[in-house]
């Protein structure tokens, strides 16, 4: 299976703290991606970190990518009990036009 | 902008049945990809659609097929149905081909099989 690993599967934290999830993956990738979902809802794209890029922020977000390690990392500053939510990590990988998406980490921040 | 609409939302099927699930992807976009959510096996990719010509495709039997139609428009279908076809089944569309880049979803099909 090509599919990535996310650790951990679960997270519970209070508000205003931080989240760091993290994400492995198998392939040499083109670029990693950054969703998340709502209980039962579709896919929001959060983020996307090129190959040759080592970090990336967007709002709370921060992300990192390590392709030695072939890991990423998310983490949400601050957080809300907005937040709560599944997060998944997609590989694209090279010569694939697909992405792979991993387990998920489930959050849940705690107002 | 419209989103990605993905009809029915909720159905419910008995084994043996087939279904047909609709999507329709931003305007623009000529590229549609189904995907099959499980709690056990997680986000899995089914099969990619671009310019009505399916260009991808991932490990499920024969039983899933799709097409997508000249406006884009996309259908996936599942004959004989089995109890583990249960799922929340995704669409997801994009600009065009080449580079990936990011995947616009719709909300779901929650297909029940009993």
């Known amino acids: 299976s090509q599919q990535g690993e996310e650790d951990p599967q679960a997270l519970s934290i209070q508000e205003g703290e931080n989240a760091t999830m993290n994400c492995s993956y198998k392939t040499s990738i083109n670029n990693l991606q950054w969703y998340r979902q709502n209980s039962g809802r579709g896919l929001v794209h959060l983020i996307l970190?090129?190959?040759?890029?080592r970090e990336k922020h967007s709002g709370r977000l921060r992300v990192t990518l390590d392709t030695s390690k072939k890991s990423s990392s998310l983490l949400i500053t601050a957080s809300r009990a907005a937040d709560t939510a599944s997060y998944f990590c997609a590989e694209e990988s090279t010569g694939a036009n697909n992405l792979f998406f991993g387990t998920g980490t489930r959050l849940t921040v705690i107002p | 902008k419209a989103g990605v609409t993905q009809t029915p939302r909720y159905l419910i099927k008995t084994r043996g049945q087939q279904v047909t699930l609709s999507c329709s992807p931003i305007?623009?976009?000529?590229?549609v990809s189904w995907y099959q959510q499980t709690p056990g096996q997680g986000l899995q990719f089914l099969f990619e659609?671009?310019?009505?010509?399916?260009?991808n495709k991932g490990n499920f039997p024969g039983r899933f097929s799709g097409r997508q139609f000249s406006n884009s428009r996309s259908e996936m279908n599942v004959s004989t149905l089995e109890l583990g076809d249960s799922a929340l089944y995704l669409c997801?569309?994009?600009?065009?081909?080449?580079?990936?880049?990011?995947?616009?979803f719709g909300e779901g099909s929650r297909l029940t099989v009993l």
């Open positions: 659609y671009f310019s009505e010509t399916q260009r």
């Open positions: 305007s623009g976009h000529r590229s």
């Open positions: 997801a569309s994009r600009t065009d081909w080449g580079r990936i880049g990011e995947l616009f």
């Open positions: 970190i090129r190959s040759n890029e």
